[in-house]
T-cell receptor
């Protein structure tokens, strides 16, 4: 596989469920990101990991819990979500998190629906 | 606060030229990116500007004026496959990307 992959592509869950989103990058990058994309709104940066260390947490509710076991894998653990959390969750990676010219490569996203 | 403004939607004709504008107010500036996102797909990188002026890449060009906090993406010889959303993003002083809401471009035959 090449690029950035995400699984599952679609997820429907109830408010009491626990689920996890997975992201894997095959680009040799050192920085990984989670974004939330809601209709007609800007991409919202949720978390940034640079060399496996979390460097950014944009006031994300604790019901979202990230995990980065190595530079190639990123998880987003979900529990007791709310209907307003329904959105497209995008994972991205870049060479590192600090260089000015630092193009981000995105995965196809997980379309999450919370009932 | 930080803000990126771009039109919500634009319509253009196949074969024509369209200009998508982006204005920004951010804490610091370390470059501006344009991404293309087809419906249901991942955003893909189009261009990067950090100095004033025009960057040309095939049918697509991107312009930046740092003093005006302004950029545009110019698409020439429009094709139906150019129908997509175009996202403007600015890297701020903390090297984080601040995103606009995107411009949905509709191409008509």
């Amino acid at each position: 596989e090449t690029g950035v992959t995400q699984t599952p592509r679609h997820l429907v869950m109830g408010m009491t469920n626990k689920k996890s989103l997975k992201c894997e990058q095959h680009l040799g990058h050192n920085a990984m990101y989670w974004y939330k994309q809601s209709a007609k709104k800007p991409l919202e940066l949720m978390f940034v990991y640079n060399f496996k260390e979390q460097t950014e947490n944009n006031s994300v509710p604790s019901r979202f819990s990230p995990e980065c076991p190595n530079s190639s894998h990123l998880f987003l653990h979900l529990h007791t979500l709310q209907p307003e959390d329904s959105a497209l969750y995008l994972c991205a990676s870049s060479q590192d998190g600090t260089s000015p010219y630092n193009e981000q490569f995105f995965g196809p996203g997980t379309r999450l629906t919370v009932l | 606060g930080q803000n990126i403004d771009q039109p919500t939607e634009m319509t253009a004709t196949e074969g024509a030229i369209v200009q998508i504008n982006c204005t920004y107010q951010t804490s610091g500036f370390n470059g501006l990116f344009w991404y293309q996102q087809h419906a249901g797909e991942a955003p893909t990188f189009l261009s990067y500007n950090v100095l004033d002026g025009l960057e040309e890449k095939g049918r697509f060009s991107s312009f930046l004026s740092r003093s005006k906090g302004y950029s545009y993406l110019l698409l020439k010889e429009l094709q139906m496959k150019d129908s997509a959303s175009y996202l403007c993003a600015v890297r701020d002083s903390n090297y984080q990307l601040i995103w606009g809401a995107g411009t949905k471009l509709i191409i008509k035959p």
